[in-house]
C-alpha cells in the first residue's frame, strides 16, 4: 500500500480525555478515532491489526475442534428472563424495543443465546462434546467508559461456549482451551501470563485469566519462576505461617502508651517507632448483613475477593464509624483486640507476630506487647489479604514476582448454572436426562490491541509485535524527487510484496524527519531507509523494537526480513 | 473436519414459515436456525460460506484500492437529525437510549457515520479520493420479516463509501467500483447480471443493482444478448416507436359498441374478440396531488418508478373510483380519451396503434376505431410501461430476454447529498472550500448466502458453487464397520487435506442411503464415495451439480479434484 492513497490521520497531540499510552498513541497514529462517548471507528490502520488478531484466534479455535456459528447481536428478553438475567444484570446492557413493542438487548455476553440453540437441536450425549465459539461485537453500557478501547461500551470479542455431558470431559475441555490460549497469546507475540483467577459466585476452582503484562495494567498478578504458579492477586495463595515454638516464651508484658491523635497505621509506627509490620491492623466488615472484625498484620491489605471466599458471603463492605462505635463500643483508630464483645478472625499474616502493637480500645491510647491466645482469642485464621511480591509461592516456597496486567482472556468451567436454568439436557448412555456440564472462554479482540500498546511503545509511539502489526515493513525514500532513490524504493516495495511481506512505501512528498516520526509513531517492526546511497545499491534496515540499523544491499532486504521475520 | 463432531442439524422437515427454496433448504441443510422473527443463527456450515464470501469481497475491495473499517454498530442519534433522517427513516430504524438517556440508532446503514469521519479528517484535495468499506451487521426493523435470510432484521452487509474531488473522480470511481463488483460475483461462482437501476430521489444515471439470476427471484430484468443491455424492469427504457407513415389513411371510422357490464382489459377483449394490444387502457393516477390521465396499450402494466421519473414526481398513487368519477366525469371502466376533461399523456406504446377499442364515456358502451390525434389528442408521449421479454433492445434492437433476480449488490453515485448536508467540504486546488462528491457501494452478504441457494438446488437440496460451498469435498465410507472402506476413507481424507481442500469425513456410523441424503441436502460440489471395491483400490466421485458419477483409483481423487476445481 502507498501511503499516499492510505487514510492514516496521524496527529501530533493526544485527546484530552486520554490517560494511558495505548488510548493516546492509537489515537495519533491514526488506527482510532473516538465517535461519542465510548464508541470508537477502528481505521484501516486499526482494522488490519483487528483482523490479524482474529485470525489468529480462528485458525487455533479451528484447530482445538471448535466450530465457529455467527449469532444476532439482538438477544430476545425472554431468554434472559429464562436465566434470571434480564433483571439482575443491571443498566450496563443496553435494552430496546422493537416496532412491535417487544423487548431486546444487544449482547454483552450470549450465555443465553448460544444455550438456547444447544438445548433445541442436541438431544443425546453421542452430539457432545460441542464447543461453538464466535466473533463479534459485544455492548456494555459503561457508566464512565475511559481507556479507550480498554473499557469502551462497543466492542470485539472472541465469546466461546462448550457443553459436556460429564464433568471430567467439561475439565478436559476446559485444559484443551487453556492451551489454545497459550498459543493464541504466544502466536500474537504478546508477553502474558495465565493467572488462576476468583471465581467468584460460581465458585470452583477453573477459572484463569489472559494477562498481557504491562506496567500499566489494572490488575495485579503474582507468579513463581521457579515453579510456574502464578495468580492474580485477587485469587492467589498465601502460604499459612507454622505457629512459631516456643512463642508464649517470648511474651512480654503489656504496656499502655499515650499516643494522642495518632491513629493510622503509618502515625503508629512513626511515633512509636515500630515497623508496621508488627502492628496488628483490626478492621470492622458488614459481611452479608452480619458485623465481623478482621485482624492483619498492619502492612497489608484486604483483598475483598479473598474475604468474600473465605466467609462465602455474597456482600462485604466496610462498616461505617457509626456503625463501628456501635458494634464494638470503641472509638475508631483505637480498636483493641482485648475485650472486644465480638469474635475476632485474623489473616495468615498475623500467625507468626508477637509482642505486637494494638490500640487501647479508648482515645488517644496503644497497647504494646499484645499477644493472640494470652490477650485475646481468635476464632478462625483466615487467607483474606492480598499476596505481594517476594512473599513465598503456595506450590513451592520460592519467592513470587509480582507484575501488573491487562486482562485480554478469561477461560470458565460455568457447570450447570445456565443449563439448568434453561433446561438444556441430554440423555446419557443409561437413558437418563441430564444438564449439560458447560465452559465458557472469552478473547477480547479490541482489548487485544490497546493491551499491545500498552506493552509495546516507547517515547517515539507504539512497538508492534510482528505478527500483528498493520504492515511488517515500511519502506520510507528520504526524497521522492530523486529518481535513484524513488527506483530503488519501488523495487524493494515491490520485491518485498512479492516475497508475501506486508509493505507500505512512504511515497509521500514530505521532509525525511516528517517521515521517520510517522513510521516510529505507526510502530511498523522493520523500516527500509532509502537514502543517498541508493546509487550504490545500499539501504539502511532499522528495527523499531531496539533501534538497531543495519546496511544492506537493495537486493539483501527480501532475504534479511526473512531471517528476521521467520517466514517468505 | 469429521461429520460426527461437527455441529450439523439436517431435518426432514423444513420450517412451517419457510416458502422459497434457500429459508427451507437452509434450515433442513443445517446452515441457520431462527432466533425470533427475522433473527437467525448462522450455524457452523453457514458461517464457513459467510466467511468465504467475505474474504473474496475483502481481497477485492483491497486490490480496488479501498480500505477497511470498523464502525460502532450504535450511531449517535445527532449525526442521523443533521442528514434530516432521523425522522424520515421511519420504523425500520431500531432506536434506542442509553442509560444517560442519549438517543442512538442501530445502523441500517452507514453515510452519517463515514461522512462524519470524513469531515472531520480530511481537509485538502490532496487527500481525495478515498474509499472507505466495512463488512459488519446491519439493521433493518422489518415489519413483516420473511423468505429467511433474504429479509431478516440483523444481516451483513459490506458498505462502501468513496469520497472526491470531483464528479469526474466519482465516475472513475463507480465504474472501478463496478469492475470490482464483476469480479466479486464472478469469484463467487454466480450467475448475475448488472442491471441498470432506478435511482429513486437523488436523480442521476449512475446506479447500477448487481442480481443473482434465479426463477424465484423478487426483481424483473431485461438484457440484451446482443450488446450487453441491462436493466431492471423498474428501469429499462422502452424504444420510442416511429409514427406509421400514412397511419391516417388507414383510420375507420368510430363505432359505438354495446358492452354490457363489460369493464376490463381481458372481458373487453373476450367480448370483442379484439387481441388486447388493440384496446386502450386509461388509467387515472394522482401524481404529487395532481389527476393525470395515463393511456397505454392494454397488455400493458405501468411500472411506477418510471412513472415518477417520467413527471419528475415524488409521490404517484391511483386515484380512488370516487376521484375517477369526480375528475372525469366518466364511470369507471368506460372511461374514454375522447371529449376528456383533462389532458391525456400517453405511452410510448401507443404511438403504433391505429383503430383501436377504447371506453365510450357511459356505462356499457365502448367504442371501436378510435385514434389519437382524430378523436382525442395527446398531451405527451412518455415511457412508463414495464419493458418485457421479446421486445427489442433500446440500445441495438436486438429482442430483449427477460428472467427473474435476486438484488444481492448495488453501487450508487451519491452526489453531495450527505456532504452538504454535512458540510464535508474540502479545499480544491485553487483554494475553493467545495462539498465532496460522494459514491456508496453495497452487498448483502448474507443475501449472497441465501441467493446462491436460489439459484443452486434441486430437489434433494443445495448446489453450491465450489468457491464459497462449506466444503469442497466430502469423503462418505459406505460402512464405517469395514476396515478396508475404513482405511481407503481416511486415506483420501488426508490426502485431500494436505493437497489443500476443504474436507469433510462423513465418519457416523449409519446407512449409507442416509449419508447420501445429507450430502446431498448440503450440497457439497463433490462426493467421494467410499464403498466395496475400497479393496480394489477404487473408489467413486460423484459431481453434485450434474450428477455425473466416476470411477477413479484412490491414489487419483486428489489429482482429479485439482482438475475439476482448477486449484491446488
Request: charged share 30%; net charge negative.
Amino acid at each position: 500500500m502507498r501511503f499516499s492513497r492510505a487514510f492514516i490521520p496521524t496527529k501530533k497531540e493526544s485527546p484530552a480525555d486520554a490517560e494511558i499510552p495505548s488510548h493516546k498513541l492509537l489515537v495519533r497514529a491514526g488506527f482510532i478515532r473516538k465517535v461519542a462517548s465510548g464508541l470508537y471507528d477502528i481505521l484501516p490502520l486499526g482494522a488490519r491489526v483487528i483482523r490479524k488478531i482474529e485470525q489468529v484466534i480462528r485458525q487455533e479455535m479451528e484447530r482445538a475442534g471448535a466450530q465457529e456459528v455467527i449469532l444476532p447481536i439482538m438477544h430476545p428478553a425472554e431468554l434472559w428472563q429464562e436465566s434470571g438475567r434480564w433483571d439482575v444484570y443491571g443498566k450496563e446492557m443496553i435494552k430496546f424495543k422493537d416496532r412491535h413493542e417487544r423487548d431486546y438487548a444487544l449482547g454483552p455476553t450470549a450465555e443465553e443465546m448460544i444455550t438456547d440453540l444447544v438445548r433445541k437441536e442436541v438431544k443425546s450425549y453421542k452430539e457432545l462434546p460441542l464447543n461453538l465459539y464466535q466473533i463479534g461485537r459485544k455492548f456494555r453500557d459503561e457508566i464512565r467508559p475511559r481507556f479507550g478501547l480498554m473499557r469502551s461500551r462497543e466492542f470485539i470479542m472472541k465469546d466461546a461456549y462448550s457443553f459436556h455431558a460429564s464433568d471430567e470431559d467439561a475439565e478436559r475441555e476446559y485444559w484443551n482451551m487453556f492451551e489454545t490460549y497459550s498459543r493464541i497469546f504466544k502466536r500474537l507475540g504478546l508477553e502474558f501470563k495465565a493467572v488462576e483467577a476468583d471465581t467468584g459466585e460460581i465458585g470452583g476452582s477453573f477459572s484463569h485469566e489472559f494477562m498481557v503484562i504491562a506496567d500499566t495494567g489494572e490488575s495485579k498478578l503474582v507468579y513463581c519462576p521457579e515453579c510456574g504458579y502464578a495468580a492474580s492477586t485477587e485469587k492467589a495463595q498465601q502460604v499459612r505461617p507454622e505457629v512459631p515454638p516456643n512463642r508464649e516464651g517470648e511474651f512480654e508484658a503489656v504496656e499502655e502508651v499515650h499516643t494522642p491523635g495518632i491513629r493510622r497505621i503509618e502515625e503508629v509506627s512513626r511515633f512509636l517507632s515500630v515497623p508496621q509490620k508488627r502492628i496488628l491492623k483490626l478492621l470492622v466488615y458488614v459481611i452479608d448483613g452480619r458485623p465481623v472484625v478482621l485482624a492483619l498484620r498492619g502492612d497489608r491489605e484486604v483483598e475483598e475477593a479473598k474475604l468474600k471466599k473465605a466467609f462465602n458471603a455474597k456482600e462485604v463492605r466496610l462498616a461505617t464509624d457509626k456503625e463501628i462505635e456501635e458494634f464494638t463500643g470503641q472509638p475508631k483508630g483505637y480498636l483493641s483486640p482485648v475485650g472486644l464483645p465480638l469474635p475476632v478472625y485474623a489473616d495468615y499474616s498475623v500467625i507468626p507476630m508477637v509482642n505486637f502493637v494494638a490500640g487501647a480500645g479508648r482515645a488517644d491510647y496503644h497497647l504494646k506487647n499484645v499477644n493472640w491466645g494470652r490477650d485475646f482469642s481468635v476464632a478462625e485464621f483466615v487467607d483474606v489479604t492480598e499476596v505481594r511480591g517476594g512473599e513465598p509461592c503456595p506450590k513451592c516456597g520460592a519467592p513470587l514476582v509480582e507484575k501488573r496486567g491487562i486482562e485480554v482472556g478469561h477461560i470458565f468451567k460455568l457447570g450447570t448454572k445456565y443449563s439448568e436454568a434453561m433446561g438444556a439436557t441430554f440423555v446419557d448412555e443409561q437413558g437418563n436426562e441430564k444438564p449439560m456440564v458447560m465452559g465458557c472462554y472469552g478473547i477480547g479482540v479490541t482489548r487485544v490491541m490497546a493491551a499491545a500498546v500498552e506493552q509495546g511503545h516507547d517515547e517515539n509511539g507504539i512497538i508492534w509485535p510482528v505478527e500483528i502489526a498493520p504492515f511488517e515493513v515500511i519502506v520510507i525514500p528520504v526524497n521522492v524527487k530523486k529518481e535513484e532513490i524513488v527506483e530503488a524504493a519501488e523495487r524493494v516495495y515491490s520485491e518485498l510484496m512479492e516475497a508475501g511481506f506486508d509493505v507500505l512505501l512512504d511515497d509521500r512528498n514530505a521532509r525525511p524527519g516528517f517521515k521517520f516520526k510517522d513510521a516510529d509513531l505507526i510502530g511498523i517492526p522493520y523500516q527500509v531507509i532509502v537514502g543517498k546511497k541508493a546509487s550504490e545499491g545500499v539501504v539502511e534496515l532499522k528495527i523499531r523494537r531496539s533501534g538497531e540499523r543495519l546496511e544492506l544491499p537493495v537486493d539483501g532486504v527480501v532475504g534479511k526480513l526473512r531471517e528476521l521475520i521467520g517466514r517468505g
